[in-house]
């Protein structure tokens, strides 16, 4: 079983659908977990950042972390052909080791 | 600025070598190398905390890497194979800042073709 499962996908949702992104992973000692935004042909920037369990907010963005089952998730609200792009989870283990792991990546199409 | 790399696009045949190069404005001490590979997702190749610590990440065989100041970390194929087509990420972080001090940032990455 890999680390982090993420289904890659291809989504493709009308303008102004809620998204939702997820990942499940197997290592119990993570507890950093982000989502990062890959336009195409561009490096990875990231879009979410969350400590531990819990639910954290920007704009129309959500992302949440259940930490029990494993599971994170990333939803897009109102979603905007301008959120096209391909979505990674990563996630690490706590200290000083800034080694990340990431999931493949779903690619999310929003057609107006 | 932020994270440069070059070249972008760069096409070997199986055996050459190459460097690819990474540099970086931001004062950032960490930086690492990722390889994308379409349906196996990011994967670590090197990371470096400073110039005289240099780690290997999941993937390192057939790589080497050199940092050669805090700004400047390159990745090298001595014999490239066609399984290291790929695209190769340069990305840095600051472990000075705080809470989100893990967060990578990411050129714009090289496209490497080994025929």
């Known amino acids: 079983q890999k680390e982090v499962e993420q289904d890659p996908g291809p989504l493709s949702v009308p303008e102004g659908a809620i998204v939702s992104l997820n990942c499940t992973y197997s290592n119990s000692a993570f507890q950093y977990f982000m989502w990062y935004r890959q336009y195409s042909r561009k490096g990875p920037e990231l879009l979410m950042y969350t400590y531990s369990s819990g639910n954290k907010e920007d704009g129309r963005f959500t992302a949440q972390v259940d930490k029990s089952s494993k599971y994170i998730s990333l939803f897009i609200r109102d979603s905007q052909p301008s959120d096209s792009a391909t979505y990674l989870c990563a996630m690490r283990s706590g200290g000083s080791n800034y080694k990340l792991t990431f999931g493949k990546g779903t690619l999310l199409t929003v057609n107006p | 600025a932020g994270v440069t790399q070059t070249p972008k696009f760069q096409v070997l045949k199986t055996g050459q070598s190459m460097t690819l190069q990474c540099a970086q404005d931001?004062?950032?001490?960490?930086m690492s190398w990722y390889r994308q590979d379409p349906g196996l997702g990011l994967r670590l190749i090197y990371y470096?905390?400073?110039?005289?610590?240099?780690n290997k990440g999941e993937i390192s065989d057939g790589y080497s890497v050199s940092r050669q100041a805090q700004a400047k970390f390159s990745l090298s194929l001595e014999s490239a194979i066609p399984n290291q087509t790929a695209l190769y990420f340069c990305?840095?972080?600051?472990?000075?800042?705080?809470?989100?001090?893990?967060?990578?940032?990411f050129g714009p990455g090289t496209r490497l073709t080994v025929l």
């Open positions: 470096s905390f400073d110039v005289k610590d240099i």
């Open positions: 990305a840095t972080s600051d472990p000075t800042s705080g809470v989100f001090a893990d967060t990578q940032y």
């Open positions: 931001m004062n950032h001490e960490y």
